[in-house]
């Protein structure tokens, strides 16, 4: 079927295409009538026609699309529900949102080639060479810091402030011998590194033995021999901090496998506030992360760039939260 164009508009509505292009294109200037106006734009409506991008972009002298670099990540709740509020975001400012996966190896260059882009948004920093590519092609570019999603708190980075809280959470809860549950998925690893090593900092600081660390896949015999290892250790781990809240499910399913309780025996906390976190038996305990804040500030930073600002807007505060449930219930606590 061929493709509705402005023609087929101005035919339908009984104008020229010049008028058809003032009225849809939103350009001033022109006296045109609000029947004549209220006649194109249900004429278009019903034929389904909509302005071409690139049309506007070689009129406006710039794009309207935003292209989201995601590198190799698995796409998870986190993730999708970012890039749902940077749509949104974006969509506020007129602004429309296209999402390219790291796992697609041809080259950064091949697709901002092919597709006219406003900015580029990297949710991890790019290759120097694309983004110098990308520079000297007068396209504006936004990378992320590699271990967080939105910009680093004051003295270390968000995945940093996750392993501490979890930690000092667990601290507070009486733990004093911890265990850590790495992920598997290599993925991640600039995430899993930064977060592992702001819970080892905690330790340090609180005057605690560093975390017994074991990788748990997401498969009950790769819990089930961590949780082997930590109760088994002397002293026994009393408390497990996860990567994320699907390891601390895993986790969960270990310590259930092997007969132990949760939190009497071993308490966990994860991260990222997933909705099965609140579904899980016992509710987990979570570390909590803004997203909506997080990319509001991006957005704004985007923003920021594109208009020429002489400073970025100032990164978020408190952006982490831990949401306390009944896998952390203090030591000694009775009650569930």
């Known amino acids: ?12 509505s009984g104008v020229s295409r010049t008028t058809v292009s003032y009225v849809l294109n939103g350009r001033g200037g022109s006296s045109i009538s609000a029947g004549t106006r209220e006649r194109v734009v249900e004429a278009a409506r019903r034929l389904g026609y909509a302005p071409s991008a690139a049309a ?21 709740p986190v993730v999708d529900s970012l890039l749902e509020h940077l749509t949104e975001e974006l969509a506020a400012r007129g602004m429309a949102m296209l999402v390219h996966h ?24 790019f290759a120097p060479e694309d983004e110098q590519a ?18 680093p708190g004051a003295a270390e980075g968000a995945q940093m402030q996750t392993g501490r809280l979890q930690v000092e959470h667990l601290a507070a809860r009486g733990h004093r011998t911890l265990g850590y549950a790495a992920t598997a998925d290599r993925r991640v690893e600039a995430f899993a590194e930064q977060r592992l090593a702001g819970a080892r900092r905690a330790c ?8 017994r660390v074991e990788p748990v896949a997401l498969d009950l015999a790769a819990a089930v021999a961590a949780v082997r290892s930590w109760r088994g250790a002397r ?7 996860a990567y994320n809240d699907e390891v601390a499910l895993a986790v969960l399913a270990g310590l259930r496998a092997e007969g132990l309780r949760v ?65 952390t219930r203090p030591v000694g606590d009775p009650t569930r």
Request: charged fraction near 25%.
């Open 235 to 241: 002293p026994a781990v009393t408390a497990v901090a």
């Open 204 to 211: 340090a600081e609180l005057g605690l033995a560093g975390p």
């Open 263 to 327: 939190p009497q025996d071993v308490a966990v906390v994860g991260v990222d506030d997933i909705p099965a976190a609140r579904l899980a038996v016992p509710a987990l305990t979570t570390v909590a992360q803004s997203v909506d804040v997080q990319a509001r500030h991006l957005v704004a930073r985007l923003v920021a760039d594109l208009e020429g600002a002489a400073e970025d807007p100032a990164p978020p505060e408190d952006l982490l939260a831990v949401v306390v449930r009944e896998t």
């Open 134 to 151: 990308m520079r000297r092609a007068g396209i504006r570019v936004l990378a992320t810091a590699a271990g967080a999603v939105a910009g």
């Open 102 to 125: 790291g796992r697609d190896r041809r080259p950064l260059a091949d697709l901002w080639r092919a597709v006219d882009v406003r900015a580029v948004v990297g949710l991890a920093p």
């Open 1 to 12: 079927m061929a493709r509705t164009t402005s023609a087929d508009v101005a035919r339908a």
């Open 56 to 76: 506007r972009a070689l009129r406006t002298g710039r794009s309207d699309l935003v292209l989201c670099v995601l590198p190799d990540w698995p796409i998870g």
